[in-house]
């Protein structure tokens, strides 16, 4: 772990989706700064062994199971949270999903719901709610990790893309509408991770070759590289910037 600190000794972070992946990774981060870390995933077994993988910190997290796009569910979060801390300084959006799709038009509403469900919707819901609490103490930072997938047509995440695409624009607008509050909205848009999500692709070896060969940096990122400018947006360092996206891609959507 680097030498960059971001201020965040003291704060509560809610972490969407902190089991695994970049999720997991922003956690271990703000556990080194002293946060009081909060994660939530569908399944206990996953939060479970996040909790454990943390070490020696793994006190300071309270691991929640809750799924993100289920209204009662994130009631629940938030009352625990409430409950726990009495407030919340940062949430991290980073809860996403996808499932290739056919093209929009062949694609059955009930997988176009659950798309838009847990990655427009979630972010939604969990945004709503930490913005009431921020509100009642005068500031807070909400950061949603959004995709490059928000701005190119790409095959079989299409509906992915369209859900992305709103979770950036639904990040312009509560900037704009929580900018009075003190509370400052911004997103990063990675592309390729290397994480569960995306291991289809990297771990085929001609696959990946063909990927990287479309990435100027000649590599996909590694989780730290979305954790680092993830914490900048959280930390005070950031605070005149709101309602803007990080491109975090090795130069992919330069060329
Ligand atoms: N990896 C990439 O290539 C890539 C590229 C661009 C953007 N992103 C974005 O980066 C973010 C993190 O992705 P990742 O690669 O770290 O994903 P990941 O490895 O699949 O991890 C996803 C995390 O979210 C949790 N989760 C999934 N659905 C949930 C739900 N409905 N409610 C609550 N928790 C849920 C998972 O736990 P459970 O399974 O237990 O629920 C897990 O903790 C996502 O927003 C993704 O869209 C990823």
Known sequence: ?????????????????????IGLEIARYCLAEKAAVVIC??????????????????EDVLAVPAHIGKEDDVDRLFALIEESFSRLDVLINNVGMNIMTASIVDTEPSLWRKIIDTNLTGTYLCSRKAAALMKRQ???????????AARRATSAMGVYGVAKAGVEMMTAVLAAELAADNIQVNAVAPAMVRTDFSRPFWSNESLYKDIVSTIPMGRIADPVDV???????????????????IVVDGGATII
């Open 138 to 148: 005068k500031g807070g930072k909400i950061v949603t990790i959004s995709s490059v």
């Open 227 to 245: 954790v680092h400018p993830v914490l900048f947006l959280a930390s005070e360092g950031a605070g005149f910037i709101t309602g803007q996206t």
């Open 41 to 58: 995933g569908r399944k206990q077994d996953g939060l479970d062994a996040a909790v454990e993988s943390l070490g020696e910190p793994g």
């Open 1 to 21: 772990m680097g030498q960059i600190s971001y201020g965040l000794q003291d704060k509560v972070v809610l972490i969407t989706g902190g089991s695994r992946g």
